[in-house]
T-cell receptor
Framework: GENVEQHPSTLSVQEGDSAVIKCTYS??????FPWYKQELGKRPQLIID?????GEKKDQRIAVTLNKTAKHFSLHITETQPEDSAVYFC?????????FGTGTRLQVFP | GAGVSQSPRYKVTKRGQDVALRCDPI?????LYWYRQALGQGPEFLTY????????KSGLPNDRFSAERPEGSISTLTIQRTEQRDSAMYRC?????????????FGPGTRLTVL
C-alpha cells in the first residue's frame, strides 16, 4: 500500500520569508498529489494540487513541485503572511483513495 | 451553493452504544469518502462510495464499523458497540466525479466522544 511521509512537523517563519514543506510517497502508482490547509477548528481545504504528468504548478504565492523519480513533492509558500498560519497536509491519490501525510504546523510571526 | 454537511456535529455516547453519523454530500457529487481524523493527524481513509456502490472499505478498522449510501446521495457511517478508542473526528468528503484527480470537498466533521 501507499505511505506518505511529511516533514517538518512544525515550521516557524518570519512574515515575508518563504516556507517549504516536503513529502515523500512510496508507491509509483500514485498519480495525483493535493495539498490541504486546515485552520484551527475548520475543515481541510484544497489549496493546490499537481498531477503526475506535471513537474511544477504555481498559484500566486504558492507552488508545488513533483519529482516522480525520487517520489518527492514539495509545497513552497513565498512572502508568507500571518494568515498562512495553519496545518498543511500533503496527500497522494492511490488506487481510489487519498493517503494523507501527518501534517505540518506552520506559524508565521509578524 | 451548499457545501458538504454532517450531523450531528458533536456526539457523546457511552461505551457499548451504537452511533450513526450522517453525511450530506454536495448535490450531484458522485463520489463520497469517509475519513477519521485524530487530533493533530491527517485524515485516515475509512471507506469510499461511487454512487450507491461501496467500492472500497479497506480502511474500516473492524466489523463494528459499517457504512451505506443507499440512494447514491446521503451516507451513514454506523459504529456498533462503541469503544473509547473510537473517539475521534469523523469527516466525510465528496467529489464531482470518481476521477482520482477531482477535488475532494470536506465536511465539518462529527466529533465523537465515547465515555
Amino acid at each position: 500500500g501507499e505511505n506518505v511521509e511529511q516533514h517538518p512537523s512544525t515550521l516557524s517563519v518570519q512574515e515575508g520569508d518563504s516556507a517549504v514543506i516536503k513529502c515523500t510517497y512510496s508507491d509509483s502508482a500514485s498519480n495525483y498529489f493535493p495539498w490541504y490547509k486546515q485552520e484551527l477548528g475548520k475543515r481541510p481545504q484544497l489549496i493546490i494540487d499537481i498531477r503526475s504528468n506535471v513537474g511544477e504548478k504555481k498559484d500566486q504565492r504558492i507552488a508545488v513541485t513533483l519529482n516522480k523519480t525520487a517520489k518527492h513533492f514539495s509545497l513552497h509558500i513565498t512572502e508568507t503572511q500571518p494568515e498562512d498560519s495553519a496545518v498543511y497536509f500533503c496527500a497522494a491519490f492511490y488506487t481510489d483513495k487519498l493517503i494523507f501525510g501527518t501534517g505540518t504546523r506552520l506559524q508565521v510571526f509578524p | 451553493g451548499a457545501g458538504v454537511s454532517q450531523s450531528p456535529r458533536y456526539k457523546v455516547t457511552k461505551r457499548g452504544q451504537d452511533v450513526a453519523l450522517r453525511c450530506d454530500p454536495i448535490s450531484g457529487h458522485v463520489s463520497l469518502y469517509w475519513y477519521r481524523q485524530a487530533l493533530g493527524q491527517g485524515p485516515e481513509f475509512l471507506t469510499y462510495f461511487n454512487y450507491e456502490a461501496q467500492q472500497d472499505k479497506s480502511g474500516l478498522p473492524n466489523d463494528r464499523f459499517s457504512a451505506e449510501r443507499p440512494e447514491g446521495s446521503i451516507s451513514t457511517l454506523t459504529i456498533q458497540r462503541t469503544e473509547q478508542r473510537d473517539s475521534a473526528m469523523y469527516r466525510c468528503a465528496s467529489s464531482f466525479t470518481s476521477a482520482g484527480y477531482d477535488e475532494q470537498f470536506f465536511g465539518p466533521g462529527t466529533r465523537l466522544t465515547v465515555l
